[in-house]
T-cell receptor, first 115, second 118 residues
Framework: EAQVTQNPRYLITVTGKKLTVTCSQN?????MSWYRQDPGLGLRQIYY???????DKGDVPEGYKVSRKEKRNFPLILESPSPNQTSLYFC??????????????FGPGTRLTVT | AQKVTQAQTEISVVEKEDVTLDCVYE???????LFWYKQPPSGELVFLIR??????QNEISGRYSWNFQKSTSSFNFTITASQVVDSAVYFC???????????????FGTGTLLAVQP
């Protein structure tokens, strides 16, 4: 089954404790990205990657890091989480944009609470 | 800059009523794509439709229909004979273009919470 998986699905942590949210897709997609969803703000892109070892900032990258060492994985790293990073996080993947933007497949979401 | 506005924060209807969710977008690009996603209470995002800027034909899929009007920069979504299972947050989104080419970055609206009462 084609899917995007994220782990963990729920996480409560404390300020400053490094954490990683994993994202994996089994569709051989080149493009992967992370979004955060906040009430009243919709979803905003954090980082994206167009292929292995190619990453770039989205609209809200501060406080986050990513890496793309393998095509299927795109982990999101919070080196020193703060309460304003409490949010619902989505990973998404798709084929590399040619002339058209392809449909994006979203993971199930990770609800993160930083106290 | 590209922007998507969903002015309706919450809508409540009674089952079997028709309901229209509004979406207004801003872009300077001549080529762009519009999307609708559904987010049920379980939290996942479900893709509903993608439309490109050259295709203004309305689309119908079962009880769902979409009205795309470039003249008013709107891409509205209508649910006919709503059901309780339609209760969800609905997001309209616009694909960002950069340097004349499409990208896969989505610019989301703030969403409309639809509550369908039995």
């Amino acid at each position: 089954e084609a899917q995007v998986t994220q782990n963990p699905r729920y996480l409560i942590t404390v300020t400053g404790k490094k954490l990683t949210v994993t994202c994996s897709q089994n569709m051989n997609h080149e493009y992967m990205s992370w979004y955060r969803q906040d009430p009243g703000l919709g979803l905003r892109q954090i980082y994206y990657s167009m292929n292995v070892e190619v990453t770039d900032k989205g609209d809200v990258p501060e406080g986050y890091k990513v890496s793309r060492k393998e095509k299927r994985n795109f982990p999101l790293i919070l080196e020193s989480p703060s309460p304003n990073q409490t949010s619902l996080y989505f990973c998404a993947s798709s084929f590399f944009p040619g002339p058209d933007p392809y449909e994006q497949y979203f993971g199930p979401g990770t609800r993160l609470t930083v106290t | 800059a590209q922007k998507v506005t969903q002015a309706q924060t919450e809508i409540s209807v009674v089952e079997k009523e028709d309901v229209t969710l509004d979406c207004v977008y801003e872009t300077r690009d001549t080529t762009y794509y519009l999307f609708w996603y559904k987010q049920p209470p379980s939290g996942e995002l479900v893709f509903l439709i993608r439309r490109n800027s050259f295709d203004e034909q309305n689309e119908i899929s079962g009880r769902y229909s979409w009205n795309f009007q470039k003249s008013t920069s709107s891409f509205n979504f209508t649910i006919t004979a709503s059901q309780v299972v339609d209760s969800a947050v609905y997001f309209c989104a616009l694909s960002e273009a950069k340097n004349g080419g499409a990208t896969n970055k989505l610019i989301f609206g703030t969403g409309t919470l639809l509550a369908v009462q039995p």
